[in-house]
């Protein structure tokens, strides 16, 4: 097959367009065309033109520059405008050789152009030249579009993976704006079976599919420590280690982590690489402390300091506190001018009234931004600081302490089908770089399904754990814990004293004995401390003793007996349960 036999083959559906005033011109070129495969459809100027490309939708477009009623320039704006994303060449047919009017067939929209008289060996040598960029532009064209196709499939895939894991629970509002399909932040919350609220800001390197794909590693990681009841600077080191394993060089994650405890209402927190997290009043609006970056972002070293990335911060009741990634600060209008840091705060204080923060940066962000495109991921978080917040934190537990009926069968350990006994002793340095509970918990929970009793023993054994290490061991005085600042005060000595710990012992044994109907676990824990007043009364009691005491009774009322000894140092307790969730 010749080559003119093989144009025509390929050619057999393909239709041209002849635009021209002069009917002889559209007679001469219909005959070169038509004799290449083409067919061919004619208009004798550009407004004809423009409903022709509507109606016949064709491939190519031969078009005259001058004519009436509508010339070729303009007739080449308006189809490009019609066609949208479809390639569709048109090349130019102008008597016209000065370089200005050549300039402005293509200013208009034309893709190339030939002048008059036509040759025909040329213009099939254009034709072909458009068609190959045509047929090219139509499979990038499929490809982006399964591209598109496969991004929807994994974002509902990464959304049903993360977003909707979400605890809900009212009171936090979050806004997550992505650049693209895909969002390289992430926001994450969940709660612990002490009844910590965990949230986590982050911001992968970069954005779009790989910087999701790189955060799913984290929010796994997030989730399972979190309910396994694992320490903030523990979760953050986790997220470091899976992170240095999993992503490439030059991906890292920063991030902004807070716990709030909705019990005392005490907040840790940690900044990795991120923009300042702000402590706002939640009245006035004014920005009350500046929350600062500690370490470098997570996944770019293994040597990684959690304890000193976690600080215990101040608040009062109805603070805000705001967390928010550097796409905010960064974004910018259509002049190029960028947002910053101090339109964002003022932005905050014109928020009064509002009962978010956050809603008023995002309107004053609107507006400074108009229709500029967005360059990087926007994300906000707002965590009001109320009595309401930490009452819904602890009823999202579920625990339940009044009275039980005491079941038909008696439990005791050692009277049951399956026991087994659990001892573990830490000491020296080693208090501060293990918790014991989550371990506990994990091996007790291999043996048997914990259920609904996985929450009641965690709080059990962490009560009585941090009992021995921070009164028996490290020997802190509860009465520091008297308001915001001293309860900052006193998880920073905490630390501190952590920090140094050289000796010191604390020794758990726990027996687990359950059959097919109940289960009991008695727990054996002593200090090497000096103990503390586990039997301190008196209504002129400091907020710290009164929290001590509380986590005292509270341990009292979940377990059948607690039976301390000595000086505080050494206690025993048993809890147990039926099968039916009798207590």
């Known amino acids: 097959m010749d080559r003119a036999a093989q144009d025509v083959a390929v050619r057999s559906s393909s239709r041209a367009l002849i635009v021209d005033d002069e009917a002889t011109n559209r007679l001469l070129l219909k005959s070169i065309l038509s004799k290449s495969g083409f067919e061919v459809c004619e208009a004798e100027n550009g407004a004809v033109a423009v409903e022709v490309f509507s109606s016949a939708r064709p ?13 070729g320039y303009e007739a080449a704006t308006a189809i490009k405008a019609a066609a949208g994303d479809d390639f569709v060449p048109i090349i130019f047919l102008t008597a016209l050789t000065d370089k200005e009017s050549l300039a402005r067939c293509i200013d208009a929209g034309g893709d190339d152009f030939l002048t008059k008289p ?6 099939k040598a254009k034709i072909r030249a458009l068609e190959r960029i045509r047929d090219l532009q139509r499979e990038v064209r499929a490809l982006y579009d399964q591209m598109r196709r496969d991004e929807e499939i994994a974002e509902t895939v990464f959304e049903k993976i993360v977003s909707s894991r979400n605890v809900s629970i009212a009171g936090p509002r979050y806004h997550v704006s992505p650049a693209g399909v895909f969002s390289g932040d992430m926001y994450l919350s969940e709660i612990s ?28 990681t997030f989730r399972a420590l979190t309910r396994k009841g694992f320490a903030p600077e523990q979760i953050v080191a986790q997220i470091n280690d899976k992170l240095c394993q999993s992503l490439p060089g030059g991906m890292f994650m920063a991030l902004q982590f807070v ?16 923009p300042d997290a702000l402590v706002v009043d939640g009245e006035s609006r004014r920005i009350k402390q500046y929350l600062k970056s500690t370490s470098l972002p997570l996944g770019i070293s293994k040597n990684f300091d959690a304890h000193s990335a976690v600080q215990y911060i101040p608040h009062s009741a109805g603070d805000h506190i705001l967390l928010a990634t550097d796409g905010v600060v960064e974004a910018q209008n259509p002049a190029g001018d960028y947002f910053g840091d101090e339109r964002y705060e003022a932005a905050i204080l014109q928020s009064r009234g509002q009962a978010y923060a956050l809603d008023g940066v995002l309107e004053q962000l609107s507006a400074f931004c108009l229709t500029a495109k967005q360059a990087d991921d926007i994300s906000m978080v707002d965590i009001p600081l109320t009595p309401e917040l930490l009452s819904n934190v602890v009823a999202q537990l579920d625990l339940v302490h009044e009275e039980k009926p005491v079941p038909d069968k008696v439990v005791a350990v050692g009277d049951h089908e399956d026991v087994f006994e659990i001892a573990m002793t830490l000491q020296g340095a080693m208090l501060a770089k293990a918790d014991p509970v989550p371990m506990l918990l ?8 914990l259920k609904e009793h996985k929450n009641v023993l965690y709080t059990i054994l962490t009560e009585l754990y941090n009992n021995a290490l921070d009164h028996g061991i490290l020997k802190l005085d509860s009465a520091l814990k008297q308001g915001a600042e001293g309860f900052a005060e006193y998880y920073t000595r905490r630390e501190d004293l952590l920090s140094t710990l050289q000796e ?10 359950h059959s097919a109907g109940a289960g009991a676990v008695r727990i054996h824990l002593q200090d090497s401390g000096e103990g503390f007043d586990y039997q301190s009364g008196g209504g002129d009691a400091s907020d710290g003793e009164l929290l001590s005491r509380r986590g005292v009774t509270l341990v009292q009322e979940l377990c059948e007996f607690v039976n301390y000894q000595g000086c505080g140092n050494v206690v025993e307790a048993l809890y147990r349960w039926s099968e039916s969730g009798d207590e």
């Open 442 to 449: 994990g091996q007790i929970n291999e043996v048997m399904d």
């Open 193 to 220: 079976p002490s009844g910590d609220l965990n949230i986590l800001l982050a911001d992968v390197t970069g954005h779009g599919l790989s910087a999701a794909l790189a955060a799913m590693p984290a929010a796994d």
């Open 504 to 513: 010191g012992q604390v020794k758990l044994i726990i027996n687990v004995a």
């Open 118 to 123: 036509i040759s025909g060996t040329l213009l």
């Open 259 to 274: 716990s709030i405890n909705g019990e005392s209402g005490r907040i840790a927190f940690s900044n990795c690489g991120m």
């Open 59 to 71: 491939d190519i477009i031969f078009m005259d520059a001058m004519m009436p009623v509508m010339d």
